[in-house]
């Protein structure tokens, strides 16, 4: 499409100044700085790829797909931000970097609140399928202090790469919180992280196919730490080696969130008075949080 000449830029121009102005007015100042910011991103947008009649009538179709099939248990437009990456630029505008603190990372729509409670040294797996793993650290402060008494929720999907709520029955597997202890230490048995795809039978689904990209996730444990006067850290753990850190669908990749999971061969004496069958996994994540805003 050729490029618009004096006259066509200033009518497209005057366009975006006269929306930018209809905002200016709103009773919520930050609400009219959005706002007005949004109209000029927008229309910047479409000016710069000439966006045709067919591709708008695409984009609205695309996002009335979106609106279809989110309810209460699926969120499409929460994976298409994802996907876009502009969960995790929230996340890291949100999240500014301070001293050593562990980074944060997506939420994702797989956390439930009330998951049951564990004792250090117990098992989140509940039935959820899996080679286990054994997981173990320390909640300090960027000063380096143990903080005693932290809550840490976990949760993860089992070897096929589902979570509990994804089997419609109920069940509670694959999740639990607990609490460091005196020292500020963590342990407990979970289930090693095995890759699997975001939902992918859906717009969001289609858009990746279209664009060659992959739904998978690199493997991943989710996190969720709080402490009372510290920053909540929503975070996962990687596993080092995994051939999709590169190509997450949901960039919630970061190199400081890549820990080693060490394979030990059936037979290892496990921790605690476990014991395990077969060959089995662990792990060190020691999370330090943040001073709270
Ligand atoms: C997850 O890790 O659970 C997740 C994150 C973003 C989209 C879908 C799933
Ligand atoms: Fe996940």
Known sequence: MAEPDAEQSAREQELVERVAASFAGADDERLATVMQSLTRHLHAFLREVRLTEDEWNQGIAFLTAAGHITDDK????????????????????????????????????????????????????????????????????????????????????????FYDVQYGDDRTSGRAHLFTDDDGGYRFWGVTPTPYPIPHDGPVGALLAASGRSP??????????????????????????????????????????????????????????????????????????????
């Open 74 to 161: 699926r969120q499409e437009f929460i994976l298409l931000s994802d996907v876009l990456g502009a969960s995790m630029q929230t996340i890291a505008i949100n999240n500014v970097a301070h001293a050593d603190a562990t980074e944060a990372t997506v939420f994702g729509p797989f956390f439930v609140d009330d998951a049951p409670r564990i004792e250090n040294g117990g098992d989140i797996a509940g039935g959820a399928t899996g080679q286990p793993c054994w997981v173990e650290g320390t909640v300090t402060d960027t000063a380096g202090n143990r903080v005693p008494g932290a809550r840490i929720e976990v949760w993860e999907a089992d070897e096929d790469g």
């Open 216 to 293: 998978m996730r690199a493997a991943h444990l989710h996190f969720m730490v709080t402490a009372p006067g510290l920053r909540t850290l929503v975070t996962h753990i990687f596993v080092r080696g995994d051939e999709l850190l590169a190509s997450d669908s949901v960039f919630g990749v970061k190199d400081s969130l890549v820990m080693d999971f060490e394979e030990l061969p059936a037979g290892t004496p496990a921790p605690g008075d476990r014991a395990v069958e077969g060959p089995w996994s662990r792990t060190r994540f020691d999370v330090v949080l943040a001073p709270a805003d």
